[in-house]
Each structure stands twice: as C-alpha cells, then as structure tokens.
C-alpha cells in the first residue's frame, strides 16, 4: 500500500533512520505510525525479527541473560580485586541488529531461560501495551526548549565541574570535547562535514553514570577512537528541556545511553546504540569500529563526491564570474560605442543646427543687401565732403564720399551692399588701428549670435556716432575684417 510522505518524515525523525527503512516498516504496519515506531524498538530496526516468532523471542531472551551474567560476573571481578579472570572482550552485536551470538551456556541456562520465558514474554508485552495505549492517549508532554545552546553548555559545565576537574592529567587529558550548539545543529554539522556522531544522554540520577564517564568515556581507548575518526561528540542531560527532547527522538530505555549516528544520503542514521552499563570499554570500542567498517568506505566516497562537487561548483562561479565579468566589459564597450556614437550623433545634428542657423543669419544679411540696393543711397559731393575707401578681405576696394554730419552707419549700409563683403564684418582704420562702431543693433546682435556658435568674442554694441564726432575728414582709408575668418 501507498504511505503518505508525512508519515515517513515522522518516523525517520523518531527513528533517526533512513527513508527505504521508514517505508518498509510503514508498509508492513498497513501506514500506522504508532504501531510501526512500536515495532521498530520492539524489533531493533530488523523487520525480519517480527517473523521469527518465539524461537527469535528465546534468542533475545537468552542473549539478555548472557549479558546479565558477563555484567555480574565483571562486577563480582572487581569486588575481589580483580582476582578473577578479565571480562570476554568479544564483539557484541549492535542492538539494533539483534544478532544473538552463538550459545556458550549449558543445559542448566536452557532450563532456566524455558522457565522464565512466560514471565519475560508477558511482564514484556504488558509493558508496551500500556506505553503504547498512555502515549496514544496523553502524549508526552516535554518541557518547552528555550535555549537549546544554553543547556547544552550548562550540562558541559556541570560535566566538566563533576568529572574533569581534580581529576588526573591522564584524565583531562582523555576527556570528552563536547559540541557546544543545539542537536540539530549538531546533526546539520555533522552531516554538512561526513563526521561520524556520538549522542551521549545523561540522567544524574543513574548510579552507573560515573562510571560510565569514568571507564568508558575518558578512557583511552574512547579518546584515540574519537580522534582517529574525528567523531562530533554531543552531550545533554535528559533533566533539561533539549535532552529531554533529544530523548524523545532517540527514546533510549536505559542510562547512560550512548548512541552512534552516521551520516547517509544525506540525513544522518543511527547504526548502534549502548543503553546502561553492561559492556565493557573494550567490546564497546570493538562494537563501535565493527560498525564503523562498514560506513568508512561509504564516507570516503561521499567526501569524494562531495569534493568533486564541491570543485565542480567552484569552476561554474568560476566560469560564471568570468563570464559575467566578460559580459560586463562587451556590456562597457558597447555602451561607451553607443555614447560616442550618440555624442557623435548629437555633434552631427549641432553643427547641422549650427550651420542652417548660420545659414539663416546669412539669408537675413543678404536681404538686408537687397533692401538697400533697391533703395540705391545717394552720394554727397560737397566741397567738404569726406571720402572713404574701403578695403575687402580679398584686395578689392571701393571708394564712396559722405558728408560730415552723415552717421557711420550709412558707412555699413554703403559697404554692406557691395557684393565682396563678407556677411558678418567690423570696419577699423588701418592706422592708427580703431574699430569704427557703424553697425546698426539688429545687424550687432545678429553678428554677437554668430560669434557665439563659432566661439569668438563677441562685440559690444555702440550706437553709431557721426563722421565728425570721431574725427574723420577728408580722405581716410579704412578695412573691412571677416568675423568668421
């Protein structure tokens, strides 16, 4: 049957396990996520132990015996200072496999397990059905997690505070480096860099804790393991609000818990777990590198994968960036060839806005030529008439006479009409050198306009005096000078 994808979401966040094995266990419960999170624990994370019935029940049972006597025949060891015989340092299987190792007992352990069977199988059965039905119907109620950081750096603190300080520089020197942010981000780290996870739950209550930090964790057995993998060590103790939450995730059922996740497909997987005191350091260590063998291939492939990714996204910046930044300089070229285009452009309609106003300032002249032709100016031949000659730009001359209290303009309206002379003109004398103010306004404004466009001084305007006010009489050579010239 078809599982709805929240279902999964969910039971990979309670299991912390993988999505194919959330599918299989949803499948196999019909999609109830209480039933198949129950058989989950229930079957350590093997579905095919739900199929083995009670000859897989006498398994476990018997493995649990043996686990009971290995602990109290390593307690009774150390009460008598350590005469007997050094504990089995045989690999226990992960308690998530379940896989009960070969039997070792005789027939006294048989009977003994037989008897106990209908006890362990029923104080079992009856335990779940009334954690399941109290779950289904209170829920657990955590505590709100505020400041997941600061718990977490409260319980180092008091971890430091009860088992590294005063303690031995071996000790310190083995001590435990925990990661001081939250689970999840713990989690994110751990899966962002290929680490390999310890999850360490504490409960101060426990009167196997001490040991276990002492024995276990601060041995050096622990310490060189977690170096050699570069393990991420995250602590919490399950009385604060982020382990008690952690602990609903993990839900261990004995302390202290020591749980080994490992990064896969990019999520991170539970692959073992110790829940109380029962192994010693050394079949923990083995436990844990037995389980490590098998993800350390895994995890040198990922890396390596990761690296090539990471080398691939680095060439497309790369790339990109030189792309964009070679796309910027075509942008650059062809925005500055469009400026100087469209400066040119605008230079081009200047000068052809300049030249068809000139143009018009010269039509204006020209008509100003044909008024006063038409009018044809009489000359003044009196006895003290004064005459003028009048020189153009190119060597012609021409020669008129005016009368002393004749205007210098009328020397403007004579030179103008004569067919050599420039446009836009000023007359001075040729020694000494004066400019003969003879132009009319309309004739000064216009020449001021065109000396403007051109860039030239423009000339001030003076109202024309008479011929005698400026002191000329008789004959007197004067020059016609181009403005545009």
């Known amino acids: 049957m078809a599982v709805n994808e929240e279902s999964i979401n969910s039971f990979m966040e309670f299991c912390a396990t993988d999505n194919h094995k959330a599918q299989q266990f949803l499948q196999h419960c019909d999609g109830n996520l209480?039933?198949?999170?129950?058989?989950?624990?229930q079957t350590g994370g093997n579905l095919e132990n739900s199929y083995e019935g009670e000859n897989n029940l006498m398994n476990e049972l018997r493995l649990q015996q043996e686990l009971e006597m290995e602990v109290r025949q390593r307690r009774t060891a150390e009460n008598a200072n350590h005469a007997a015989a050094a504990p089995n340092n045989r690999p226990i299987a992960p308690r998530r496999a379940r896989t009960a190792p070969p039997a070792e007992d005789g027939w006294l352990q048989w009977i003994y397990t037989i008897v106990t069977l209908p006890v362990q199988f029923t104080y079992s059965t009856l335990y779940e059905l009334v954690s399941f039905f109290v779950n289904i119907l209170f829920g657990r109620r955590l505590p709100p997690v505020t400041d997941p950081r600061g718990d977490v750096n409260n319980f180092v603190t008091n971890y430091v505070q009860s088992y590294v300080a005063g303690e031995g520089a071996d000790r310190v020197q083995n001590a435990v480096d925990?990661?001081?942010?939250?689970?999840?981000?713990?989690?994110q780290e751990a899966n962002r860099s290929l680490r390999p996870m310890f999850v360490y739950l504490q409960n101060t209550a426990n009167e196997e804790t001490h040991r276990f930090v002492t024995e276990v964790l601060h041995s050096p057995q622990f310490s060189a393991l977690v170096v050699a993998e570069n393990f991420l060590v995250f602590g919490i103790s399950v009385n604060l609000p982020e382990g008690a939450?952690?602990?609903?995730?993990?839900?261990?059922?004995?302390?202290?818990?020591?749980?080994?996740?490992?990064p896969q497909n990019s999520r991170m997987v539970?692959?073992?777990?110790?829940?109380?005191?029962?192994?010693?350091v050394q079949n923990i260590v083995s436990n844990i590198d037995f389980a490590l063998n098998d993800y350390r291939q895994e995890m040198e492939l990922a890396r390596v994968q990761r690296a090539e990714r990471e080398a691939n996204r680095r060439l497309r910046e790369e790339q990109e960036r030189e792309y964009e930044e070679s796309a910027a300089k075509d942008r650059a070229r062809i925005k500055e060839r469009r400026r100087l285009e469209s400066e040119r452009q605008e230079a081009v309609e200047r000068e052809l806005?300049?030249?068809?106003?000139?143009?018009?300032?010269?039509?204006?002249?020209?008509?100003?030529?044909?008024q006063m032709l038409a009018v044809s100016l009489p000359v003044y031949d009196g006895s003290d008439a004064i005459r003028m000659q009048v020189r153009f730009p190119d060597g012609s001359k021409f020669e008129s006479k005016f009368a002393p209290d004749d205007s210098l303009e009328r020397l403007f309206d004579m030179t103008v009409m004569q067919e050599k002379c420039p446009p836009f003109f000023t007359i001075h004398?040729?020694?000494?050198?004066?400019?003969?103010?003879?132009a009319?306004?309309?004739?000064?404004?216009?020449?001021?306009?065109?000396?403007?466009?051109?860039?030239s001084e423009p000339v001030p305007f003076v109202q024309?005096?008479?011929f005698k006010e400026v002191g000329l009489e008789k004959s007197v050579a004067v020059a016609v000078q181009d403005c545009l010239a």
């Open 34 to 41: 209480e039933q198949a999170v129950q058989l989950y624990f």
């Open 178 to 187: 925990f990661y001081l942010k939250s689970y999840s981000e713990a989690l």
């Open 245 to 262: 939450k952690v602990a609903s995730i993990l839900r261990p059922s004995r302390y202290p818990f020591l749980s080994l996740l490992l």
């Open 270 to 280: 539970e692959s073992i777990r110790f829940e109380g005191y029962q192994l010693s």
């Open 353 to 370: 806005q300049k030249e068809k106003q000139t143009a018009a300032r010269r039509e204006q002249v020209l008509d100003y030529r044909k």
């Open 429 to 438: 004398t040729t020694y000494p050198r004066k400019e003969l103010h003879c």
């Open 440 to 455: 009319p306004q309309w004739y000064s404004e216009l020449r001021n306009e065109q000396l403007t466009v051109d860039g």
């Open 464 to 466: 024309p005096q008479i």
